[in-house]
């Protein structure tokens, strides 16, 4: 079992800037996948940006150019920088480990940290 726990939300203006950082109570490095979901009021969980064992990242379209996921391994952390935040970025922010298509498949979701960006 690992814990995930999601700090760095707030209220932001336009325009501006968030770190987000996730803080896992296990090796990072065991899951395939450690990434950043986002759920805006009536919609849908959806992938932000994730990043692999690798170090491989993706991001959605929405926001490349825009977010910059990271990790510590070290640290067993695993952060995403947003920047020119925009009203449509306002969601709770998740984070995820995932194992991939390892056996048995472990995924684990952190509390979720509320992001508000309004004028």
């Known amino acids: 079992q690992v814990q995930l726990e999601e700090s760095g939300g707030g209220l932001v203006q336009p325009g501006g800037s968030l770190r987000l950082s996730c803080a896992a109570s296990?090796?990072?490095?065991?899951?395939?996948?450690m990434g950043w979901y986002r759920q805006a009021p009536g919609k849908g969980r959806e992938l932000v940006a994730r990043i692999t064992r690798s170090g491989s990242t993706n991001y959605a379209d929405s926001v490349k150019g825009r977010f910059t996921v990271s990790r510590d391994i070290a640290k067993n952390t695993v952060s995403l920088q947003m920047n020119s935040l925009k009203l449509e970025d306002t969601a709770v922010y998740y984070c995820?480990?995932?194992?991939?298509?390892?056996?048995?498949?472990?995924?684990?979701w952190g509390q979720g940290t509320q992001v508000t960006v309004s004028s």
């Open positions: 995820n480990a995932d194992s991939g298509a390892e056996y048995p498949h472990r995924n684990y």
């Open positions: 296990g090796s990072i490095f065991s899951f395939n996948f």
